[in-house]
Every structure is written in structure tokens, then in C-alpha cells.
């Protein structure tokens, strides 16, 4: 008796063990910015003509845009980054929520995938990934994170 009690301690512990690290990468994938980030992701993969870079940034909104209604549908908006550089924002509206009162000039962090083009770059995947085979994306704004 003392031997399948101490087997089912053993499996009972594994399972814990599992679980807890499940948790843990599944909240370290999707973690809200922790802010500060300086853009070097994104310049060197601008400089590099690099794309599909899975980047996080922060910055002020330059510009909104009007929404890309073609096909699916893009909130689209022009970030400047602390160093200057800018980049265009392209999140999903299909399958997140609309990021609403978006305003010029107030600071928004972000996480998604860099596209190289010669005006600064493009962020999308901004959002989860319904089909869960791309890394979660973010927009975080005045607090609120839009997935």
C-alpha cells in the first residue's frame, strides 16, 4: 500500500510541476509590457531589411489613419518611437477589439510582428492568434490591453 501512495505523491508532484510551468510560459508569452523598451528590434530590422520580427515597443501616436477595409479589417495608426523612428501600426479589428478614443499624441506600447518597407515598417499580428500557431500580439493603451 505505502508503494502506490508514494507513486501516486510522485505523479501527483509531475502533474503540479507541469501545470505550474504551462502557466508560467503561457503568461511570460503574453505578458504586458513591462514599458522602456529603447526600439533597437526595430531599427536594426529596419536598417537590416529584415521582416517577420517578433518586436514590443512603446512610443506616442504620430498619426491616425483611416481604417484598411480591404479584406480584413486594420485600425492603422503611425507610432514615433523614443529614438525617432516611426512605424505603422495595422491591428486586426476582425478579431480584436477596436482600440477606442485612440488619440494623437498619447502613448501606446505594443507587441507584434515587424514587416521591413522603405517608410519605417509595419507592426501587425497585434492580437491572439485564434488559431494559436503565431505568437500573441498587444496593444497597450491608457491601461487597457487590446487583444
Known amino acids: ?6 507513486r501516486m505523491k510522485k505523479l501527483l508532484y509531475v502533474c503540479a510541476v507541469a501545470l505550474i510551468a504551462a502557466i508560467l510560459v503561457h503568461t511570460l508569452r503574453n505578458a504586458p509590457p513591462s514599458r522602456g523598451y529603447d526600439g533597437t528590434a526595430i531599427e536594426i530590422a529596419f536598417s537590416e531589411h529584415n521582416s517577420n520580427v517578433q518586436v514590443e515597443q512603446n512610443g506616442r501616436v504620430l498619426h491616425i489613419l483611416p481604417d484598411d477595409l480591404d479584406g480584413s479589417k486594420h485600425q492603422r495608426f503611425i ?6 523612428h516611426t512605424v505603422l501600426v495595422s491591428h486586426n479589428i476582425d478579431i480584436a477589439p477596436r482600440i477606442d478614443g485612440l ?18 515598417g509595419v ?7 485564434p488559431a494559436g500557431r503565431h505568437d500573441d500580439g498587444w496593444i497597450d493603451y491608457r491601461g487597457k490591453i487590446h487583444r
Open 1 to 6: 500500500m505505502m508503494r502506490s501512495e508514494s
Open 79 to 84: 507610432v514615433e518611437l523614443p529614438s525617432g
Open 103 to 120: 488619440q494623437k499624441g498619447e502613448a501606446v506600447a505594443f507587441r507584434g510582428e515587424y514587416e521591413w518597407n522603405e517608410k519605417g
Open 123 to 129: 507592426v501587425h499580428w497585434t492580437h491572439h492568434d
